[in-house]
């Protein structure tokens, strides 16, 4: 379900039946979504409809490989990298608000969004080894926003992490009573809206772009960018 208000995006995984379970379909429609989001909006929030942000892939909502060709298998996955890298690149802000479980494919869209809020009684888990799957993609969506003792303890224990423990690992922003998650998440889209837009999609546009430079080429960067966005007319209309 997708809904705009007063320029937020809200995208909420609507299978509650199911754990909110993403169909590869779903993938495909976050990722269109995703890609597309700065037309329309300053900030999406990403959600799950009911108590269950997302539990993983629903199995039979995949669509399968043409062959059991390595080439056609990869074109395949990329329908699960595609929706990761449409989250990451997205040119605005993405929120992840977290109810419940964030297993698998969940726990992925939570932890590569900007900014994860989660309930306090909210679970990260990455349980791919417990079903015999090298667990590449999660690993793929994790790597620019987990630590690497953290992610290794999720994916070998396949543990069930609270989110206090996910905020030390760096999957999780904050975190919030579950009675009073949606009035956080609002506060912080209320004040993030009180910037020009310019300012919130240039932070984007920085770390998705500084975290991997060499620290004196991400300064030079944000010099850059200082005195172009900074100086610009969008950045004096209120």
């Given at each position: 379900l997708t809904s705009i208000d007063n320029e937020i995006l809200t995208v909420t995984l609507n299978r509650p039946d199911d754990g909110n379970a993403s169909t590869d379909?779903?993938?495909?429609?976050?990722?269109?979504?995703?890609?597309?989001?700065?037309?329309?909006?300053?900030?999406?929030?990403?959600?799950?409809?009911?108590?269950?942000?997302?539990?993983?892939?629903?199995?039979?909502?995949?669509?399968?490989?043409?062959?059991?060709?390595?080439?056609?298998?990869r074109r395949n996955s990329d329908i699960v990298f595609d929706c990761y890298a449409s989250i990451r690149y997205c040119k605005i802000p993405v929120i992840a608000k977290v109810r419940g479980k964030a297993v698998g494919f969940g726990c992925s869209l939570a932890s590569v969004s900007d900014i994860t809020i989660a309930a306090d009684d909210a679970v990260f888990q990455i349980n791919e080894m417990d079903h015999g799957i090298l667990p590449t993609m999660v690993l793929s969506s994790l790597i620019d926003r987990g630590s690497r003792k953290g992610i290794n303890y999720m994916v070998y224990s396949v543990s069930e992490v609270p989110a206090e423990r996910a905020i030390a690992y760096g999957l999780c922003s904050d975190i919030a009573p579950s009675r009073d998650l949606d009035a956080k998440v609002d506060a912080l889209c209320a004040q993030m809206l009180k910037a020009p837009a310019i300012a919130t999609e240039g932070v984007k546009e920085y770390l998705i772009r500084a975290m991997t430079m060499d620290v004196p080429s991400a300064v030079d960067y944000a010099r850059n960018l200082h005195a172009v966005f900074n100086s610009s007319s969008e950045m004096k209309r209120k």
């Open positions: 379909h779903m993938a495909v429609e976050i990722t269109q979504i995703m890609n597309t989001a700065h037309e329309k909006a300053r900030i999406v929030v990403l959600t799950g409809a009911g108590d269950i942000f997302c539990r993983g892939r629903a199995g039979h909502g995949r669509i399968p490989a043409a062959s059991d060709d390595a080439l056609d298998r």
